[in-house]
């Protein structure tokens, strides 16, 4: 069975419902915005990152904020997998012999795809945050944020199939996506933290990737090369969920 | 492997946790038949039509479709059965055409070869003016006929139906059983289709009924009716237990009690049912004779009501 064509076909159906669901788009955009502009202009001159006085904390928290879009898009992409699974599209394509690699590609490919859309969207604000996008930075930004992409909606796929109602997945959302984010250096940076912050901080797949993309924001092209072992990690990571992924739905198909 | 061999169900066994769902289950279908499964809520026949979709794992038994095992070759089995859900799995967001075209990518259909196909399908089952709207602005009865018509996307042999009756009203359901019956005749697919509404399961070639997980009775539905005996008086009445007693003193009678029902099956109904009458009037409610229906041999073969079970 071809690989390439049921996976195709997956991912065009989240592109085109996302572009006609328009509540989805405003939904995974607004609120991050909304975080930036008021956490960032408020903390104001009481935050500065230890050992750089002349980072804002709007340009701090600009690259966690784009985080924080993936994260939020990867969560609608894959929360509605709870619903369909058991009632709806994905009943059929499971009884379908599709390759069980192509459906979760064709998922994980269609979340990172709409993360990617709007992680776009959200860089016309980087002048703001004091930011130049050159032609030489763009296709690095481009590999970062789709890798993060990958990997988050790798992750909410993996979690969202292990569960029986969308509630419980709120609930992990708020326990573990959420605190994910805030100790990936978004919100404040590795070396202030206590050591024990410090080792979970480093233990989280997220700080790889967020710093991989701070980075590539802040020094262009040039940077995106010295980031090689951030960029692994991430990339290691999106690879190590596929493969979780394609485990879970091996394991379970539907409800028992 | 014969024709009667062509789907093959043995010793099949399903457990959610302590409950046992299907026990020990064997079953032979042939090529081309209409096969109903049918049973109360709890039965086992969502379990065993979930299996058959290959959406739940066999953890005991075998079965094999058109000698391919279901256990062993999985997505042989797929690419020969089309399945309708009950709850459907269409896309709402997205238009009957656009569902069609993933449903024939997902078989690995395109091109010109896909575009002929949904063709044929949205004239066969009457849909082409629908085709470029969403599916969550259909009716329902709509829907189902979409349903099936992407379930026979990739000319299945076999079409697994699970319930398609319910939610729709009876001029509809009539349309889907002619539908039915039209395929079946005109393509030759061997139709498997589960419900839990008597009536129209008189439709199918063969029934297997299905109580608690087991499989109690497999024939005919003529044959099965004929297994009651003559006719059945069903009385209705506010003293069913002393009622039953009364009959049972005076008339030597078996019958079965369910609720304020008591049920009679006689080959010398509209002579019983005079004596009832004349001999305990006071204690009728209602007291009609009938032709035993599905509902007469569930109750029959397992002692308990049809739509008393849950």
Known sequence: MNFLLPTFTLWQREMVRFFRQKNRIIGALATPLVFWVLIGSGMGKSFRPPGDETTSALSYMYPGIMVMIILFTAIFATISVIEDRREGFLQSVLSSPAPRESIVFGKILGGSSIALVQALVFLVFAPLAGFTITLTSFIPLLVVLFLLGFGLTGLGFVMAWQMDSTQGFHAIMNLFLMPMWLLSGSFFPVSGAPAWLQFVMMANPLTYGLRALRRVLESGSVGFFNSTMDLGFTFLFSVLIFILGLWVVRKRTVIS | MSSEDFIN??????????????????????????????????????????????????????????????????????????????????????????????????????????????????????????????????????????????????????????????????????????????????????????????????????????????????????????????????????????????????????????????????????????????????????????????????????????????
């Not at chain 2, 509209?270 to 006071?282: G, R, T, Y």
């Open chain 2, 9 to 310: 169900i043995k010793c099949l066994g399903y457990r959610y946790g302590d409950h046992t769902a299907l026990d020990d289950f064997n079953l032979s279908i042939g090529k081309g038949e209409i096969f109903g499964f049918l049973g109360p809520n709890g039965s086992g026949k969502t379990t065993l039509f979930r299996i058959m979709a290959t959406l739940l794992p066999i953890q005991k038994g075998k079965i094999t479709v058109d000698g391919y095992s279901l256990n062993e070759t999985p997505n042989e089995v797929r690419k020969r059965i089309g399945v309708v859900f009950q709850s459907p799995s269409l896309d709402g967001k997205l238009t009957v055409r656009e569902n069609l075209i993933h449903q024939g990518h997902l078989y690995g259909f395109r091109g010109e070869k896909l575009k002929s196909r949904i063709a044929e399908l949205i004239q066969q089952f009457q849909i082409e003016e629908r085709l470029g709207d969403l599916v969550e602005n259909l009716s329902g009865g709509l829907k189902r006929r979409v349903e099936i018509a992407k379930g026979l996307l990739h000319r299945p042999e076999i079409l697994l139906l699970d319930e398609p009756s319910t939610g729709l009203d009876p001029a509809v359901r009539l349309q889907l059983w002619k539908l039915l019956a039209d395929l079946n005749r005109s393509e030759e697919t061997t139709i498997l289709v589960t419900s839990h509404i008597l009536e129209e399961m008189e439709n199918c070639d063969i029934l297997a009924i299905l109580d608690r997980g087991k499989r109690v009775a497999l024939d005919s539905p003529e044959r099965l009716k004929n297994q009651v005996g003559g006719e059945v008086l069903t009385i209705e009445t506010s003293e069913p237990l002393r009622l039953a007693e009364n009959l049972q003193n005076k008339f030597q009678l078996g019958l079965f009690q369910d609720g304020n029902e008591l049920r009679i099956e006689t080959r010398e109904g509209v002579l019983l049912m005079q004596k009832i009458h004349e001999s305990f009037s006071d204690q009728l409610s209602t007291i009609r004779l009938s032709k035993p229906t599905l509902g007469d041999v569930f109750l029959k073969l397992t002692g308990h009501n049809f739509g008393s079970v849950s």
